[in-house]
């Protein structure tokens, strides 16, 4: 009698458990494929979080939707813009609230590699820990993260791609698919790429830019340079990974308007004005320039560095440095490029631009190709 | 008094047991490896460095200076002991100092230390690697350290600032270059292995603006730090790309790193 009971008690037990685990099976998920130059090197990516097919394409539809705000109508998209390198073009991006926000917006591209810190003050360390900031941020989307999670499970399709990525809804996977879609966004098809891989070659204005970007200018033995590669790998053209390596005061203001910027994140004073050295490539359509967009142009940007360079205690030593003719007086702080070499180098800047990463349809709104099947 | 002959027989043993424990006690603790720390503290003379607040003395002029950053690379570590010696793979340490801590350190594992004997290192990039596009160990392409694939890495890294009377001079030495490369060998004694399997070295600023003259008049070791001439940091603020004045600098990381 007693082992009819524990036997019969087994296998309720049995059955019971595995109706569990059949239906919160998580279903198959598939990596995605990618290739990536070699020069970019090692790339990051969160354990907990693997770039799969699935979360990938969940997180582009979480992107372009403008469920992501309290009211319907401000979607990752409104403020980077895919044909303007993930950008918005405006000095300072608005959003639900339409005061002008702190920051520009920032250009989403080849996220895996560079500094591991988000951010124009680099105050959060993952691509996750991002993703959730403007959907809870009162002035850039306000959205409720529980009545958004309700409202995703209201709807058939994402309850669908929820689980199939990931299982169930939840803050932390609306995160790790919004992650993952913009790791996809790889931009490595440009003309300096191009240049790299030997199928062309650059032009001698390109080429003559080129150098002087690479440069760190050495009057002592006749080496011209735009010094952008202080601040600028050669490869990414982003900040460096390393530490907060990818971080600089580059002289935009003095130490009576010095903002906070990484010092919001480490509380520490040598660490205020210093702002992420952004990647530069598409850097001609990510215009205005600067963590407040302050410069509309180019011609701006290296006018700002010709010059323009404010003194403030945290600023680099490489700028004040950094001088295409002997230095005479010590109080002027200017690279001394001339008009020629200015040119020469936005002439080269102008070879980071990727037309087919602006026009690549992967990565354009799930909606718009819906429609256009619907056609 | 008489021993038994049963006393006598666990007096025996025993003793033979105790040595048998010994010795295999001891064996076992010659040959258990384990993990090797390499640790660097950075100094200016006898001053520990410390970054951004403290100062200290032109060593060849007029004025203080501060520091605000201070990386080099150490690389191809290779160990000596009696019988054999091991390379280290992918060999390329960053060591920096703008962490928490007052010193950098990395860990070799798996190393029976005990029989260490010698133990050798670069400053600085060997010219192979610093000729290739390279991802090994710490080097990184696309790292601050890296000037541009045809120029190499900077094997060094020492930026500040020079205070003289009312101005400030900005410092930059970023010294590269394969000449530069310098190999260094330093003999461990055994009370050095003890240190729970740490080796402690001293890395000292100073050394490198010692003038080249008197490092190069012979190999002997400089017996008083009075008889060094040091360059006046106004006078050479910053290094980058003259030979002259990289070999000037980099003549002195023949000397810049001590065991403490």
Not at chain 1, 329 to 349: K, M, R, V
Not at chain 2, 119 to 138: E, R, T, V
Not at chain 2, 189 to 216: H, T
Request: aromatic letters at 10%.
């Amino acid at each position: 009698m007693k082992i009819a009971t524990i036997v019969v008690a087994i296998a309720v037990l049995f059955i019971a458990s595995t109706i569990y685990t059949q239906q919160n099976k998580k279903l198959d998920t598939h990596l995605v494929e990618f290739t990536a130059p070699f020069v970019f090197g090692r790339f990051n990516l969160p354990e907990n979080n693997p770039l799969t097919q699935e979360s990938v394409l969940l997180g582009r539809r979480l992107f372009y939707d403008p469920i992501l705000s309290s009211n319907n109508q401000v979607s990752c998209a409104t403020c980077h813009k895919q044909a303007l390198a993930f950008t918005d073009g405006l000095k300072t991006s608005v959003g639900i609230s339409g005061n002008p926000l702190a920051f520009n917006s920032m250009s989403l591209v080849n996220l895996m590699w560079g500094p591991r810190h988000f951010f124009w003050d680099g105050r959060v360390s993952s691509l996750e820990e991002q993703a959730i900031h403007p959907i809870a941020h009162v002035d850039e989307m306000a959205r409720n993260i529980e009545e958004l999670i309700v409202d995703l499970n209201n709807d058939e399709t994402y309850k669908k791609l929820f689980k199939q990525a990931f299982g169930n809804i939840s803050e932390q996977n609306i995160a790790k698919a919004l992650a993952n879609f913009q790791r996809t966004l790889i931009s490595a098809n440009s003309r300096y790429d191009q240049y790299l891989r030997g199928e062309i070659s650059l032009t001698a204005k390109e080429e003559q830019g080129r150098k002087l970007f690479m440069a760190h200018p050495d009057t002592k033995v006749v080496l011209r340079g735009g010094n952008c590669i202080d601040c600028h790998s050669q490869f990414l053209t982003s900040g460096f990974g390393t530490a907060f390596d990818g971080f600089s005061n580059n002289g935009l203001d003095d130490d009576q308007t010095l903002q906070p910027g990484l010092f919001t994140l480490t509380n520490n004073e040598m660490h205020r004005g210093l702002f992420k050295a952004p990647t530069l490539r598409n850097i001609a359509v990510t215009s205005p320039y600067m963590h407040d967009g302050r410069f509309a142009t180019l011609q701006e940007v290296l006018a700002h560095y010709n010059g323009g360079i404010k003194r403030s205690k945290t600023l680099s030593p490489l700028i004040i440095e950094a001088d295409n003719i002997a230095k005479t007086q010590s109080d002027h702080i200017s690279l001394n490029l001339n008009d020629n070499e200015i040119t020469a180098i936005i002439a080269f800047l102008h070879t980071l631009t990727d037309e087919k990463f602006l026009a690549n349809r992967a990565f354009s709104s799930p909606f718009m190709a819906e429609n256009n099947d619907d056609d | 008094m008489m021993m038994t002959k049963s006393t006598k027989v666990t007096l025996v043993f025993g003793t033979l047991l105790l040595t048998a424990g010994l010795a295999i006690s001891s064996f076992w603790l010659r040959a258990l490896p384990q993990d090797l720390t390499i640790r660097f503290h950075p100094y200016v003379g006898d001053k520990p460095l410390v970054l951004n607040s403290q100062s200290y003395k032109n060593p060849g002029g007029d004025g203080e200076f501060s520091i605000r950053d201070f990386q080099l690379f150490i690389s191809n570590i290779a160990l000596e002991f009696s019988k054999k010696t091991i390379n280290e793979a992918e060999s390329y340490h960053l060591v920096r100092f703008d962490g928490d801590s007052t010193f950098d350190q990395f860990v070799i594992p798996n190393i029976k230390i005990q029989n260490l004997r010698k133990l050798s290192f670069g400053i600085g990039i060997d010219p192979k690697a610093n000729g290739a596009i390279l991802f090994s160990g710490d080097l990184d392409p696309n790292s601050r350290m890296a000037w541009n694939w045809q120029v190499g890495y900077k094997f060094l890294l020492l930026e500040g600032t020079l205070t003289l009377r009312e101005s400030q001079l900005p410092l930059v030495y970023h010294i590269g270059f394969d000449e530069s490369y310098t190999k260094l060998n330093f003999d461990i004694a055994p009370e050095i292995n003890a240190k729970n399997g740490v080796i402690n070295f001293k890395i000292d600023l100073r050394r490198l603006f010692q003038k080249s003259s008197k490092v190069a008049k012979s190999s002997i070791r400089l017996k008083s730090n009075e008889d060094i001439e040091y360059i006046d940091m106004s006078e050479m603020s910053h290094v980058k790309f003259s030979p002259v004045d990289v070999k000037a600098i980099a003549i002195g990381f023949h000397d810049f790193i001590s065991i403490l």
